[in-house]
């Protein structure tokens, strides 16, 4: 499986900022998404990261909210805009390799906003 | 709509028991993948098991195993010989392999390993 590692792992944020999550993997994988998951909840997609064009995002999310890039096949960054309280959760990336169907998941980044 | 359902929201075992963890699943697809993930303290989400759909055979990874019934549209999950390290928060999740491998996840159920 490929090895993902995530950055920052944690961040505490004041309200209106915006920040940048970096997502690396250590080898060319096929599909890369966005997670949000709120405190005791399950996993909710936010988008497909796809390389080389815009994000597809799922039903609630937009780009000007969570711009998402992804410039080659192993990195990718979610941003999080003019966060407000309700923005802290849980943010992971998951990846599907080339050779598998399987998604491994992130270690997460740890959102707190103020 | 393709939904997963998990019906424990909660459960405590003794350690050294087995214990089943249910997950129902709904679609009208043939092609997909199911799995479980473990999500311990830690947060990191640790896959524990996978099954093909066209496979009848069910999925073991040493302590684990399903119980797959395909027609049923269920997906257990068996621990056996539980241990301390096993209490997390488990997801069963859907995979329709015929669109772009995005995961359909249910609610989770919070399982506790008592010494």
């Known amino acids: 499986s490929a090895v993902i590692s995530q950055k920052p792992s944690r961040d505490i944020c004041q309200r209106g900022t915006s920040l940048t999550i970096q997502c690396q993997v250590d080898s060319q994988v096929t599909m890369m998404f966005w997670y949000r998951q709120q405190p005791g909840q399950s996993l909710t997609l936010i988008a497909t990261a796809n390389q080389g064009s815009e994000a597809t995002y799922e039903s609630g999310f937009v780009i000007d909210k969570f711009p998402i890039s992804r410039p080659n096949l192993t990195f990718s960054t979610l941003t999080v805009s003019n966060m407000s309280p309700e923005d802290s959760s849980i943010y992971l990336c998951?990846?599907?390799?080339?050779?598998?169907?399987?998604?491994?998941f992130g270690p997460g980044t740890r959102l707190l906003v103020l | 709509a393709q939904t997963v359902t998990q019906s424990q929201p909660e459960m405590s075992v003794q350690e050294a028991e087995t214990v089943t963890l249910s997950c129902t699943y709904d679609t009208s697809e043939s092609n997909y993948y199911l799995f479980w993930y473990k999500q311990p303290p830690s947060r990191q989400m640790i896959l524990v098991i996978r099954?093909?759909?066209?496979?009848?055979q069910n999925a073991t990874e040493n302590r684990f195993s399903v119980n797959f019934q395909k027609a049923a549209k269920s997906f257990s999950l068996k621990i056996s010989d539980s241990q301390l390290g096993d209490t997390a928060m488990y997801f069963c999740a859907f995979v329709d392999r015929n669109r772009d491998d995005k995961i359909i996840f249910g609610k989770g159920t919070r399982l506790h390993i008592l010494p």
């Open positions: 998951s990846v599907v390799g080339l050779r598998q169907e399987t998604q491994y």
């Open positions: 099954q093909e759909a066209y496979k009848q």
